[in-house]
């Protein structure tokens, strides 16, 4: 049986060229069954129909590994689900999630981030945070809010700003690498 993997995206979207749509591309070349759902009103979102729909989705994920690839404000829905996950999934990775002090006002119902270690733990075998030194979206920087106190191991991508195509960042094949369980972590 092929893995299964639930990738989610952030405020707005994953447009062209973004490279969750070109990871999803990829993997589902390679024969694994890939959900990457437009959530709802993805410019103005609603907490708990993203919540909802993570939730749906991810009870219809099944496959000989189950991966969940959320980016920016998915991350943070993937936090909020944590403790209503019934069955852990093998591997998370949150990449670029974004805080409060953005200043976007469509993220602020999202917050604040109740979950701890332990919900996380709880989730997923294994969980891991990749982000960078200077996302606008987290001004305070993701390793130091999110990594320590959710205990995650911390892949950081010095420089690349929000780990999206503004930043430069299309195809990832690292994250792909990492995706199939190639590699442990994951770099641009």
């Known amino acids: 049986m092929a893995s299964a993997f639930l990738i989610l995206h952030g405020l707005g979207g994953s447009g062209p060229g973004h490279w969750q749509r070109w990871l999803a591309d990829r993997l589902a070349q390679d024969g694994h069954s890939v959900r990457f759902p437009d959530l709802p009103d993805p410019d103005s979102p609603d907490p708990q129909l993203w919540k909802d729909e993570l939730l749906a989705e991810l009870a219809g994920l099944d496959g000989s590994e189950r991966v969940v690839i959320c980016h920016s404000l998915s991350c943070i829905v993937w936090l909020a689900a944590c403790a209503e996950v019934q069955r852990p999934v093998d ?56 990594g320590g106190p ?32 190639a590699k442990n972590g994951v770099e641009t």
């Open 91 to 146: 591997r998370v990775a949150l990449v670029a999630p974004p805080s409060l002090s953005s200043g976007l006002p469509e993220l602020e119902p999202f917050f604040p981030v109740i979950a701890t270690a332990e919900d996380v733990a709880s989730a997923a075998h294994n969980t891991r945070l990749v982000c960078s030194d200077n996302d606008p979206y987290c001004p305070e920087g993701a390793a130091a809010l999110y």
């Open 150 to 181: 959710l205990a995650l191991p911390v892949d950081l991508q010095p420089g690349r700003g929000h780990l999206n195509v503004d930043a430069g960042l299309g195809p990832w094949p690292a994250m792909e690498a990492w995706a199939q369980g």
